[in-house]
């Protein structure tokens, strides 16, 4: 009974448990107010779950919301609403906003939202002094308590009558900043205040300005007095005096310093004046300058002097500034409106001035020695004036000039660019060198001793008629060169080389080699080479034609072989010509004596052979051959062996055959047993008279037959 009420009971779960069907429609999130708020005033973010069921039960529902991707709130409720409510928002709360909402397994996910909340909160800025010293350093503090880096700081320094100075110092990982000012002269009372910057979607947005700080600045000294005894307006050869002071609250590393034009005249430390005395000179008129430095404050004090003028300068005359060495110079010194006055005439040195006389006058008479620069001086009460300097330049003519070759050797090669150089030994510079080819002017050219041209138009035709001319400040006037001649050097171009007889030669004949070019200056250097595994040199020659032979008496064999010529000149380029292949043959007597050689040994080594066989034959069967040569003669009529009794040559069967050729050729090779061991049972012999229409050759054959079972 138990056992059936749990069964009913468990379907009847199952059967609730299928009947409980739900989806999400849709989530979504809302912002109350709105999706931009004021900052400080509250802020609700609304996560909605639209959710469709089959039939009406209860669900939970998870609720979770992020900002910018990060959680910042979850509830569990069986609400299809959860709020996350923020009771004052701040800048911070900015960002976009999205929530998820899962139940029974179920997962669903609104879309994103942006909130803005619009404005900064005030900052607070403090400051390490309310009383500084000038020089000292101000530092400072800006802090936004309640946002969220990244952040953007600014401060402010604000000074009476003049623009605020403001320094930005960007902080990413702080919601604060410091920063330092450097307290400047002149600044008496400062105010400082500071705001931040936050980056939103729409572009940056500012808070309000801090609280303005007040630090009171006091003068480490006073600024410094300068004055100028007897007074500021002094004339030359009078003593000044110049008296720089200042008073200071702590006699600590203080130093004045007096200038003029950035030069420092005299300078005291630790010390409250200073004090500074000269002769006044017309270059001692200018602005001076007082400056009293303490750390890194600095105070400076402006006092113009006007030193009027004792004498003007004294004026230089030369009777010539540009004269020939031997000429007589003065020079003459003088002072508008003075004639008394202590006169000296100098030489300008490199290191020093060069004293020539205590005199307004200077008469000399001159050398190269005394080309320079020359000044007059002039004192009146101790004020020394100087002229300007006046030039001098003595002049020596100048010598002939030579013109040469650069190479050193008068010729150019065709094509190639001819240099020059004009040289004078002698002769004051600047010295101006014209350079002509033929009539005609190329170049001038202004400098010390010599002078550089280059010719690159060289002709064919162009052989020479070079001159330059040197000519200096000297009354001498134009010096003109010897006239230089140039060769203009063909090179060698196309050489080609023949023989005669050309191709075939005789032994112990001359051949004639002909080594040829066809255009090239001369002499020109001909060489003959044979060609081996190396280069052999056979002969060489000069020549002043455009060819030359060379006669190789008496060839032999082991002159067979490639030959080429080489032409050269003083173009220093060698030119080689194409190669020719000579073959040295016998001569035709040495061919015949050769094959009568031949001829004759054959001969010979024949009639040896022949004499052996027929005496081995003789030997071995005398007595059958004459028996069966009676007996058998009317039946052999047909077979004839042919001999010529006056050579004693015999050519026999059974060593050799006739071909088509009229060649013999030995049957040694296809015969069958030894001839010695053969049994011959008759032999007919033959002998026939010489026919002398018949041909030669046929006349030397003859027929040997034997038994059958011979060979």
């Given at each position: ?5 749990l ?6 779960s ?8 739900f ?6 999130i809302?912002?109350q ?9 509250p ?5 909605h ?19 910018d ?9 069986d ?33 994103s ?5 619009a404005?900064?909160t005030?900052p ?13 350093v ?21 000074k009476?009558n ?14 604060f900043?410091e920063?330092?000012?450097?307290v400047?002269?002149?600044d008496?009372?400062l ?6 910057k ?8 500012s ?5 303005k ?27 000044i ?7 200071v609250?702590?006699?600590?590393d ?27 000179t017309q ?31 004294p ?22 409106g ?7 005439i ?7 001035d ?11 008479k001159?050398?190269v ?25 003595v002049?020596?003519p100048?010598?002939?000039?030579t ?10 090669i ?10 004078s030994?002698?002769?004051t510079?600047?010295i ?13 050219v ?9 010719d690159e138009?060289?002709g064919?035709?162009?052989?020479g ?10 009354s001498s ?73 060379w006669h ?13 010529c080489m ?15 000579i ?9 015949g ?34 028996m ?5 003669a ?18 026999s ?38 026919d002398p229409?018949?041909?030669s ?15």
């Amino acid at each position: 009974m138990y056992l059936a009420l749990l069964v009913i009971f468990l379907q009847c779960s199952e059967l609730y448990a299928q009947g409980k069907v739900f989806t999400f429609n849709r989530v979504e999130i809302r912002v109350q107010p709105s999706v931009k708020v004021k900052n400080g005033a509250p802020m609700s973010i609304i996560c909605h779950a639209d959710i469709s069921k089959n039939t009406d039960f209860q669900l939970k529902h998870n609720f979770t919301i992020f900002k910018d991707g990060k959680l910042v709130f979850m509830t569990v409720s069986d609400k299809e609403d959860a709020r996350y409510e923020i009771p004052m928002a701040k800048s911070s709360d900015t960002g976009d906003y999205e929530c998820t909402v899962k139940a029974d397994g179920k997962l669903s996910f609104s879309n994103s939202i942006y909130v803005w909340v619009a404005g900064m909160t005030k900052p607070i800025l403090t400051a390490d002094k309310k009383e500084v010293l000038e020089g000292e350093v101000v530092k400072l503090r800006c802090e936004l308590p309640e946002e969220v880096p990244p952040l953007e700081f600014f401060f402010r320094k604000i000074k009476t009558n003049s623009a605020p100075k403001e320094k930005r110092v960007p902080e990413r990982n702080q919601n604060f900043s410091e920063v330092e000012y450097y307290v400047e002269e002149g600044d008496n009372i400062l105010q400082f205040d500071c705001f931040g910057k936050r980056q939103v979607r729409s572009g940056w947005e500012s808070s309000q300005h801090s609280n303005k700080t007040l630090v009171t600045v006091k003068e480490p000294f006073i600024k410094p007095t300068l004055i100028t005894g007897p007074s500021s307006n002094v004339t030359e050869g009078d003593q000044i005096e110049f008296e720089c002071s200042t008073v200071v609250a702590q006699m600590r590393d203080i130093e004045i310093i007096l200038q003029k034009n950035r030069t420092i005249l005299n300078s005291v430390r630790d010390k409250k004046f200073l004090k500074y005395s000269t002769v006044a000179t017309q270059e001692d008129s200018g602005e001076y300058l007082c400056k009293v430095e303490q750390g890194a404050v600095s105070k400076t004090t402006k006092l113009n002097v006007f030193v009027s003028e004792l004498f003007p300068k004294p004026t230089l005359s030369a009777s010539m500034t540009k004269l020939d060495e031997s000429k007589d110079l003065i020079l003459s010194c003088i002072i508008n409106g003075f004639r008394r006055a202590n006169f000296s005439i100098v030489r300008k040195g490199s290191h020093e001035d060069i004293l020539l006389k205590n005199s307004r006058v200077l008469a000399m008479k001159v050398n190269v020695n005394d080309t320079g620069s020359y000044t007059c001086k002039a004192e009146i009460k101790g004020i020394v004036k100087e002229s300007k300097p006046v030039r001098i330049n003595v002049y020596a003519p100048v010598s002939k000039p030579t013109l040469s070759v650069v190479s050193g050797s008068p010729e150019v090669i065709l094509g190639k660019p001819l240099q020059l150089i004009c040289h004078s030994v002698m002769g004051t510079p600047p010295i101006t060198f014209t350079f002509y080819k033929g009539d005609e002017i190329r170049k001038n050219v202004t400098n010390d001793t010599y002078a550089m041209f280059l010719d690159e138009d060289i002709g064919l035709n162009d052989n020479g008629r070079y001159k330059c001319d040197a000519r200096n400040n000297h009354s001498s006037g134009v010096k003109t060169s010897n006239i230089l001649n140039v060769t203009v050097i063909v090179p060698i171009r196309n050489a080609s080389l023949g023989s005669v007889p050309y191709g075939e030669v005789e032994v112990g004949s001359d051949t004639a080699f002909l080594c040829s070019v066809k255009e090239g200056s001369w002499p020109i250097d001909f060489k003959f080479f044979k060609k081996t595994d190396h280069e052999v040199l056979l002969h060489e020659v000069r020549e002043y034609s455009d060819r030359t032979i060379w006669h190789k008496k008496t060839m032999k064999r082991k002159d067979t072989g490639t030959y080429y010529c080489m032409a050269s000149n003083r173009a220093s380029m060698d030119v080689r010509s194409r190669p020719i292949t000579i073959h040295v043959i016998l001569a035709a007597w040495q061919k015949g004596v050769i094959a009568a050689f031949v001829l004759t040994a054959i001969a010979g080594a024949g009639a040896i052979a022949l004499w052996w066989f027929l005496h081995k034959k003789k030997k071995a069967k005398g007595p059958s051959m004459e028996m069966s040569g009676s007996a058998l003669a009317p039946n052999l009529t047909s077979e004839k062996l042919t001999r010529q009794p006056s050579d004693g040559n015999y050519y026999s069967g059974s060593g050799y055959i006739e071909d088509n050729e009229n060649h013999m050729k030995s049957t040694d090779e296809s015969k069958g047993p030894d001839l010695e061991s053969a049994e011959v049972d008759y032999t007919e012999v033959e002998v026939s008279t010489l026919d002398p229409h018949r041909d030669s050759m046929e006349n030397r054959h003859s027929r040997i037959y034997g038994h059958p079972d011979a060979t």
